[in-house]
C-alpha cells in the first residue's frame, strides 16, 4: 500500500506548496530509484551506489538544499530539507546520513567558515552529486569529546602538515574530498581543511562488517605528513565553534529523519496488524496491540510538532543549538521506540528482512550513538536548565 504520511495535528496546513512539492518528488523518486535495492544492499553490506544515486539526487536539489542557489544549490528552507531528510530515512538510515553528512557537513562549513573560491569551486560539484565529500571530526580517542583531538596541523612556512587519523567516517572511503578538523600546533586552536582524494600521506579506507548502516559506508581516514596550501584551509573556521556549528545542520535533519524510520515502522505495523489474524480476529481489534500502535502514533505526532517548530525557528535565526539537541534525542528514541514495537508486533516476520522494522531497527542504533549520542544530548539540556555542566570533573 502506498504511503500516505502520518498528520494528524493538519501540520500540512502549514506546509507551503513548495514544501509539499519537495517532499512529494523526493518520494516518489525513492519509492522507484532506490526503495526496491535497499534491502539487498543491506543484506549484501553492499552499500547503495552512490556515484548513480548522489547524481539523481543532485538533479532533484536534495544536496546542500538549504545553501543558496548562487552556488548551485537549491535555496530551500529549513523544513523542506526536514522534509528531504524524512521521506530519505524512510527509505534507509545510511542514505540519510549521506544526505545530512554531505549537506551539514561538508557543505555547509564550506559554506559559512571557507573563502570566495573554495565556495565556487566546491558547492556546485557537491550539490549536483559530481562530487562525493565526508567529514572527519572522530577520532579512535575521542568521539563524544572531539576537543580532545590529537589531529594536529603545522603550517611549516609554506604549507599546512597535517597528522592524525579519524574514523566511523560516512562515506571516508568512497569520498573525492573531506572537511577535516585539526589543532593548529602554534595556538592550539581547531582548524578545517579541504583535504582531496589522492593527496599524498592522505589515506582513506572503510569499515566492514557493521551490523547497522549496511545499505551505506563509514571508514578511516589517515594523515601522515598530509601537506596542503593555505587555499585549502577554511579562513573562518576557529576553535571548535566551527565544528559544532555545522553539526546543528546535520542533527536538525536527523531529527525529520527519525521520524521518516519511525513513520516507515508504524505504517508496516499497522498494515500487518489488520490483515493478521490470531485467535480469529485481526491483531489490531486487540487491546494489547492498540496500545502499542497508539503509542507509536502518538509520538510520532509528538516528534513531528517539535521538528516543525525547529525549522521555523532556524528560518527566523531564532533557534538555539539546544532545541536542536531535544529534537535530535527526542525523535531519534521515537524511532528506536517504534522500530522496536513494529518488530514485535510482527512476531516472527519482524525479524525478516522482508518487512523493514529490523532494518530501521538496526540503523537506528548508529543513529542514536552518532552526532552526539543520547546521553551527550541530555547533558547538553542538563547544561542549559541548571547551568551546571556535566560534561567532565
Ligand atoms: P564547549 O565548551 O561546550 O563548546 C566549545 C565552543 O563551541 C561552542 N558550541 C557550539 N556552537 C554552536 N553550536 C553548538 N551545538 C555548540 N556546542 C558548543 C561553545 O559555545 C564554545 O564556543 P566558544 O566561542 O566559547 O569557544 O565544548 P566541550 O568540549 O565542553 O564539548 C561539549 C559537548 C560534549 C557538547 C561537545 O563536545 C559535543 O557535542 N560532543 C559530541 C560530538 C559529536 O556530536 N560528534 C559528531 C561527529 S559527526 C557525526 O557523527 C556524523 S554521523 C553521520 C550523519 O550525520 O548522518
Ligand atoms: P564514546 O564517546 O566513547 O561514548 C561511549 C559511551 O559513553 C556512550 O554511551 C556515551 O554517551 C557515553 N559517554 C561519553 N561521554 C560521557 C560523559 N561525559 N558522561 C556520560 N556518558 C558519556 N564521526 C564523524 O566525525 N564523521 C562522520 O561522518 C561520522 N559518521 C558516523 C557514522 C556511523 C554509522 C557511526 C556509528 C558513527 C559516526 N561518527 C562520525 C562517529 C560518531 O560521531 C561517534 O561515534 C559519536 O560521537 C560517539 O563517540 P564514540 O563512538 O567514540 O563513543
Known sequence: MAFKGIDFFKLDNLLSKEEKLIRSSVREYLSKEVEPYVVDAFHGEEPLDLRNIA????????????????????????VEFGLICQEVERVDSALRSFVAVTSGLVMYPIWRYGSEEQRHYWLPKLASGETIGCYGLTEPNHGSDPGSMESTAQWDGEQWVINGSKTWITEADIADMAVVFAKDVQDGKIKGFILESGTKGFTQSSLDQKGSMRAGGVGELGMVNCKVGEENRLPDAYGLKAPFTCLNQARYGISWGGLGAAMDCYDTALNYCKQRKQFDEPLSSYQLVQDKLVHMFMEIGKGQLVSHRVGRLLDEGKSIPEQISFAKKNNVSVARICARTARDLLGANGISLDYSPIRHMANIESVYTYEGTNDIHTLILGRHITGEQAFKK
Do not use: D, V
Open 55 to 78: 547524481p539523481q539526487m543532485g538533479e532533484l536539489g536534495m544536496l546542500g538544499a538549504f545553501l543558496p542557489t548562487e552556488y548551485g544549490c537549491t535555496g530551500a528552507n529549513y
